[in-house]
Each structure stands twice: as C-alpha cells, then as structure tokens.
Antibody, heavy 124, light 108 residues
Framework: QVQLQESGPGLVKPSETLSLTCTVS??????????WSWIRQPPGKGLEWLGY???????NYNPSLNSRVTMSEDTSKNQFSLKLSSVTAADTAVYYC????????????????WGQGTMVTVSS | SSELTQDPAVSVALGQTVRITCQGD??????ASWYQQKPGQAPVLVIF???NRPSGIPDRFSGSRSGNTASLTITGAQAEDEADYYCKSRDTNDNDLIFGGGTKLTVL
C-alpha cells in the first residue's frame, strides 16, 4: 500500500521560498509511468493544482504561478519536492502531494493516493 | 486556460438521488475525475475516466458526461456522503490540470 507524507516548515516569511517534501512509502518514486503532483487548498477554499512531474524529469506547472514553482525528485530518499518562491499571504494553504492513478495496465488523469496534507502559513 | 464550473451547494434527502454537475469546454474532450473531501481530510477519488470507481468506493456513486458537462450521481444518498465534491479535468491546452470550484453536498 503506497502512502505519501508531506513535510516541511509550517511558517514561511513573505518573499521567501516555501519548500516541501513528499516521502513515498510502500512504493518507489522512480517506478512505473506515474506522474506525481502537488495540490493546495487555501483555508475555506477549493483545490488548486500546482504542477506535476514524471520520474523522467518532465514537469508541467500551473501557469498562474508565474514561474515561481519548481518540482524535483530525490530517488535516493524516495521523495519528491516542491519549491515555491516569492511567497505572499495568498500562498497560505494546506499543501497536498498526490500520485496519478494507474491500474489494469493503463494510467488515468486522476489522483488515487494523497498525502494527509500540511498547513503552510505565510506570515512575518 | 479554461475553467470548470460547479454549483456551490446542493442538498438531497436521505436515500434520494442527487446529481452534481461540472461544466467546462475541456470536458468535451477529457473525462472528469471526481473527489470527495470531508472536513479536515484529504480528498478521496470516487470516479475516474468514463465511469470507473476505485476499489472500496460504493456503487451508489456513478459518473457520466454529456457535451461540456460531467455529472456525479449518488443514488440513494447516505449521511456519510455529506462532503465537498470536486471535479477535475485536463485543460484545453492538453497540459494543465484544472479543478472545479467544488460543491458542498448536504444530506437532509
């Protein structure tokens, strides 16, 4: 059973870089054809997709983030990470990592495995 | 980029059938996936692709698509189905993913 766990600072100062890590257990970040993604949810609001990455290194980011986001993987630690630069209060949210659903030899545009989420507050 | 539009709130009487809709241009080309989120919890995938349910999701949940509208139907809603529901699809640029604004389902 694959599980994901987000970790990182719960408080980040404005203009600094938010850095989060998603640790994969019960599976490998480098296996299969999955894409791995980050999604966030501001308090009381809806879900926002931030980006996804494949093990191959191919990435795609939400254009609304204006090139502030970077995703990468560390196969030695079985983790993938998120960096969001120049943060403001608008970046305060619960951040989730998630994995694409693959089954029956096919992969689908859906997230079947999510981390529990980690709250990040941007404040001085 | 395109958008996915959901009604903010829907209610259903216990045991009755409810349809939650999601509208957007991208849905003419891509299927929606649907997520259930209860307070303080991570979202849970309930429907993906045409009308597929992950293991463990009750068969009272079903999905469909017509034109630019995707629908999640709960047949015989239960008290535990009270939650926020989000649709998700791929954008018309074929690269980005987009979520609908979410629908809060109340079971009366």
């Amino acid at each position: 059973q694959v599980q994901l766990q987000e970790s990182g600072p719960g408080l980040v100062k404005p203009s600094e870089t938010l850095s989060l890590t998603c640790t994969v257990s019960g599976g490998s970040v480098s296996s299969g054809s999955y894409y791995w993604s980050w999604i966030r949810q501001p308090p009381g609001k809806g879900l926002e997709w931030l980006g996804y990455m494949y093990y191959s290194g191919s990435t795609n980011y939400n254009p609304s983030l204006n090139s502030r986001v970077t995703m990468s993987e560390d196969t030695s630690k079985n983790q993938f990470s998120l960096k969001l630069s120049s943060v403001t209060a608008a970046d305060t949210a619960v951040y989730y990592c998630a994995r694409q659903y693959c089954g029956g030899g096919k992969c689908y545009d859906a997230f079947d495995i999510w981390g529990q989420g980690t709250m990040v507050t941007v404040s001085s | 980029s395109s958008e996915l539009t959901q009604d903010p709130a829907v209610s259903v009487a216990l045991g009755q059938t409810v349809r939650i809709t999601c509208q957007g241009d991208s849905l003419r080309r891509y299927y929606a996936s649907w997520y259930q989120q209860k307070p303080g919890q991570a979202p849970v995938l309930v429907i993906f692709h045409k009308n597929n349910r992950p293991s463990g999701i009750p068969d009272r949940f079903s999905g469909s698509r017509s034109g630019n509208t995707a629908s999640l139907t709960i047949t015989g809603a239960q008290a535990e189905d009270e939650a926020d529901y989000y649709c998700k699809s791929r954008d018309t640029n074929d690269n980005d993913l987009i979520f609908g604004g979410g629908t809060k389902l109340t079971v009366l």
